[in-house]
Each structure stands twice: as structure tokens, then as C-alpha cells.
């Protein structure tokens, strides 16, 4: 069996698996995110429906994208959480934060990544990485003589049968990412009723 997954076609611009955001104020939220992660609106994609909202919407982040549309008024508050990869997490962070964004997680070095968080002022929680090539323990998990990985766990199906509990293998910094999501989490409201 195959470990690397088919990549089927798609069209220029788009991943394999793209977000689609429905939010309030999807203008907004656009502006916010062409500022904040230097993302590109494709102008045609951009279309109105007969309410005056966005019906579709564009933006292009690395090779990756985001389609955002305008949530109807009937609807319910549905936040998104988007994992995006950058070259500068601090400075990502700095440009969120002076758009209104709160941050939730510092930069902190995660297994060959570095992580950090915000809340954009729309709703959604986004998450900030760094990748680090030269640290592959994540993607090739160090097993050490014991048979275990970084993170303790067995890599073999038959010397462990059930998932261990992240708490067994937590670092402070580890700790300090999962108690930031946890409060961000805790902390989400729907903005039509802030």
C-alpha cells in the first residue's frame, strides 16, 4: 500500500483541499487577509448576490485558496480554523494584531515547526506556522532504541493498542499551545452578538 496520496487535477491556484470561509463582512475579512498574509483577490471571482452579500470570493495565499462568502442573516455562526504556512510568523502576527486580531499563541517551537495562533476580529481562528526543514522529526519520526518516536509513542500498531494521551509526552512549550487553543476556543463568539 501507498503511503503518498493521489494528487488529482486541479485548477491553477487551488491545493488539493482549499477552505471555504462563510463569515460577516466577507469584504472585510478580505481586506484583513490580503494585509496580514499578503494574499491575492482574483478580481472575476468576486460575486454579488441578489442581497447585496458575497455570494464568491477569491484569495490566494502561497499556493494555496481560500474562497470567502458573506454568511446570510439566517444562518448560523460557523468559525473557521485555517492552518497557513509562512516565512515570518512574529511579523504575521504584529500585522494581525494592528488589524485588530488577538493573539492566542506566541511563536513557539513545535516538533521541526514553529506555531503560533490569532483570532481575526471576524470569528475564525487561524493558525501560523514556520516550517523548519532542517528538523524532520516530525515527518519521519525519530524512533529511538525502545521502538518509541519523539513524542512516545509506539510507531508499531502491535506494540501499543490504544492512543496515548499528549499529557505523557507534554513539554512546557507543548503545554503552553494546547492551553492557548483551549482558552481561544473557549473565548469564540459569534459576532452578531458581541
Sequence with gaps: MSTTPAVPAAPAGSATADPFIWTDDAAGLLDFLVDVFGAIEVPEARTADTDGLILHSELR????????????????????????????????LKRAA??????????????GDVLSRFADPFGHL??????????????????????????????SAEAGAGEQSWEAFAT?????????????MASLRDPRTR
Aim: no cysteine; glycine share 6%; net charge negative.
Design 61 to 92: 495565499i502561497g499556493d494555496s485558496t481560500l474562497t470567502i462568502a458573506d454568511r446570510k442573516p439566517d444562518w448560523p455562526y460557523m468559525p473557521s480554523f485555517v492552518r497557513v504556512y509562512v516565512d515570518d510568523p512574529a511579523a504575521t
Design 98 to 111: 494592528a488589524r485588530g486580531a488577538r493573539i492566542v499563541t506566541e511563536p513557539t517551537d513545535f516538533w
Design 126 to 155: 487561524w493558525w501560523v506556522y514556520k516550517h523548519n526543514p532542517e528538523n524532520t522529526a516530525w515527518e519521519e519520526g525519530t524512533v529511538d532504541e525502545t521502538g518509541e518516536n519523539d513524542w512516545g509513542q509506539a510507531r
Design 172 to 184: 512546557p512549550e507543548l503545554t503552553a499551545v494546547h492551553s492557548s487553543l483551549m482558552e481561544a
